[in-house]
T-cell receptor, first 114, second 109 residues
Framework: GAVVSQHPSWVICKSGTSVKIECRSLDFQATTMFWYRQFPKQSLMLMATSNEGSKATYEQGVEKDKFLINHASLTLSTLTVTSAHPEDSSFYIC??????????FGQGTRLTVV | GQNIDQPTEMTATEGAIVQINCTYQTSGFNGLFWYQQHAGEAPTFLSYNVLDGLEEKGRFSSFLSRSKGYSYLLLKELQMKDSASYLCASMDSNYQLIWGAGTKLIIKP
């Protein structure tokens, strides 16, 4: 299957700082990228959908000024958690879709805000 | 509305067969996915069904009935490494995935 690389795998940051998470499609062009958040023992929750070159579409309840998404190229999307707080600690996962029907997932990023 | 239901947890024995069911209500249905997720890891793709019937891939098979809004994932010859959560997701008319809460599968020796 296609490869999606997400970086970093884990990050610890201080409350009030910002964290950037990168999602790259390594061997295909990702026209659409999805960002999810997953709390322990819960299902994936879609945060936003981004199409290359256009603004991301955020799900209800997700603050777009806090979770900045950029999808500047067909192989890279970034999620920046601004002014992070302990309640933002979670597992963040990106997935990407190009010409395939299925979405391929990155490895996930475990964010801990202290 | 859009809804996905699957059991929260199932237990099975190594070497046996287990069937994980999923029912869905999705507007503009565009297919049904199954993903496997080990604890602390991202999901990995298992199967995609858009037409009625059974799709077999090695030890894993997936079935879809569009008229009943029903799918199942069948795992044969269970191995300890199959212990994981199995996520059912339907795709809507906007090609977005609606996720079930996942079924935690526990394999016992």
């Amino acid at each position: 299957g296609a490869v999606v690389s997400q970086h970093p795998s884990w990050v610890i940051c201080k409350s009030g700082t910002s964290v950037k998470i990168e999602c790259r499609s390594l061997d295909f062009q990702a026209t659409t990228m999805f960002w999810y958040r997953q709390f322990p023992k819960q299902s994936l929750m879609l945060m936003a959908t981004s199409n290359e070159g256009s603004k991301a579409t955020y799900e209800q309840g997700v603050e777009k000024d806090k979770f900045l998404i950029n999808h500047a190229s067909l192989t890279l999307s970034t999620l920046t958690v601004t002014s992070a707080h302990p309640e933002d600690s979670s597992f963040y996962i990106c997935s990407a879709r190009g010409g395939h029907t299925e979405a391929f997932f990155g490895q996930g990023t475990r964010l801990t805000v202290v | 509305g859009q809804n996905i239901d699957q059991p929260t947890e199932m237990t099975a024995t190594e070497g046996a067969i287990v069937q994980i069911n999923c029912t869905y209500q999705t507007s503009g249905f565009n297919g049904l996915f199954w993903y496997q997720q080990h604890a602390g890891e991202a999901p990995t793709f298992l199967s995609y069904n858009v037409l009625d019937g059974l799709e077999e891939k090695g030890r894993f098979s997936s079935f879809l009935s569009r008229s009943k809004g029903y799918s199942y994932l069948l795992l044969k010859e269970l191995q300890m490494k199959d212990s994981a959560s199995y996520l059912c997701a339907s795709m809507d008319s906007n090609y977005q995935l609606i996720w079930g809460a996942g079924t935690k599968l526990i394999i016992k020796p």
